[in-house]
């Protein structure tokens, strides 16, 4: 896309970035929920992705729950994304509550030791929440991401991520290298496992085998750095979100300490189906 174009392709995003940045907090919050449910039920490829998606995990949902996760879906990724993109007036309500779960002591205890360590989750809930509250403890955390294409949304996006943690390494092979000079100097990284890998391992994830890559693990492995799901999930009134932190995942191999952490995932996502990003394509291509 030429740069005419892709600022064109922009405009429309800033513009909505510009009306909920205006609004009141729970107005903008609001904003974004109304229109990702409406993208959703309106727009056929997105409606239908979604609908593929549980079809596969859960072939004998009834109609209703279906649509009940729909909605409820779209409610929190719209919410998650005006956080995501507000990060400054996200972290000033710091609406997470304080760190719980068996992982939380070993993760202060790695951290205090200059040993590191990776926090692992998926799209689900609020996941940048995590982050958020380790900055408000002044604990830094970086975080691997997948750059968007259009350099205008690229740049905000950038910008508002590392307000919440840095270093942030795009998911390339220089990103890698830095992630691991930042592991070794006893750095925190966020990562989200739950992204299609070309060529990755089969990895059962909900039941069903889904690309994945054994890097994050390897690495774990390599230098003795603790792996440690750690998950935002949102609460019924849509504004607070819980953070867990679960015990760290037993060193084995990778490809073991990998499907563990899809385990605890999909744990999560059954019990909380609606705070899952359905409009991933997680589990598109088959396996020869």
């Known amino acids: 896309m030429s740069g005419a174009g892709s600022y064109l392709a922009w405009l429309p995003q800033a513009a909505l970035l510009g009306v909920a940045r205006a609004l009141p907090y729970r107005a903008r919050l609001a904003l974004g929920s109304a229109v ?43 919410r998650t994304l005006i956080e995501t993109v507000t990060v400054p007036q996200f972290h000033a309500r710091a609406a997470w509550s304080e760190p719980s779960g068996p992982g939380w002591e070993p993760f202060l205890a790695a951290h205090a030791e200059g040993r590191g360590a990776l926090l692992v989750s998926g799209h689900f809930g609020q996941w940048e929440a995590v982050r958020g509250m380790l900055k408000a403890r002044g604990i830094e955390a970086g975080a691997l991401y997948r750059p968007v294409k259009n350099p205008h949304l690229q740049a905000m996006y950038f910008e508002q991520m590392s307000l919440s943690g840095a270093p942030l390494f795009p998911r390339s092979r220089q990103g890698m290298r830095e992630l691991v000079r930042h592991l070794k100097s006893g750095g925190v990284v966020c990562v989200l496992l739950d992204q299609y890998v070309q060529g990755g391992r089969p990895i059962e994830f909900l039941g069903h085998p889904a690309p994945t890559g054994l890097a994050i693990a390897e690495l774990a492995v390599r230098f003795d750095v603790p792996m440690i799901p750690a998950y935002g999930t949102r609460e019924p009134d849509g504004l607070h979100v819980r953070i867990d932190f679960e015990p760290p995942l037993p060193r084995t191999s990778a490809e073991a300490m990998t499907q563990a952490a899809a385990d605890s995932l999909s744990a999560r996502v059954l019990a909380r189906p609606e705070q899952y990003y359905w409009l991933h394509r997680r589990w598109i291509k088959q396996f020869a």
Not at 55 to 73: K, T, V, W
């Open 36 to 78: 990702l449910r409406t993208a959703v039920a309106v727009v056929p490829d997105l409606r239908g992705r979604v609908d593929n998606n549980l079809g596969l995990i859960f072939p004998d949902m009834p109609a209703a729950e279906r649509a009940r996760i729909r909605r409820g879906m779209a409610d929190s990724f719209g």
